[in-house]
Nanobody
Framework: QVQLVESGGGLVQPGGSLRLSCAAS????????MAWYRQAPGKQREFIARISSGGRTNYSDVVKGRFTISRDNAKNTVYLQMNSLKPEDTAVYYC?????????WGQGTQVTVSS
């Protein structure tokens, strides 16, 4: 069983920054890819960013150049640094990993971008 706990969400003005964290419960965290998704009200959950066990990253086009995913394997934690935030980035942000074909999700953290 894997537990993922997100934190770091909140209210920020347009153009501002936030850093989200996702702490994983398993010590073998370092061998699995990690990802961030988000879901805005009335919309489907969408992929944001992914980082492999070796640190290779990929991003959706809507956040490329503004968001950065990283991981600290010693802390079993993955981060999402979000810069130049826009109102359309408002959503619940979820952490995800896939282990042995099974997907695991955190409870989500709300990010609201508004003046």
């Amino acid at each position: 069983q894997v537990q993922l706990v997100e934190s770091g969400g909140g209210l920020v003005q347009p153009g501002g920054s936030l850093r989200l964290s996702c702490a994983a419960s398993r010590s073998i965290f370092s061998i699995y890819p990690m990802a961030w998704y988000r879901q805005a009200p009335g919309k489907q959950r969408e992929f944001i960013a992914r980082i492999s066990s070796g640190g290779r990253t990929n991003y959706s086009d809507v956040v490329k150049g503004r968001f950065t995913i990283s991981r600290d394997n010693a802390k079993n934690t993955v981060y999402l640094q979000m810069n130049s935030l826009k109102p359309e980035d408002t959503a619940v942000y979820y952490c995800n990993t896939q282990i042995s074909g099974k997907g695991y999700w955190g409870q989500g953290t709300q990010v609201t971008v508004s003046s």
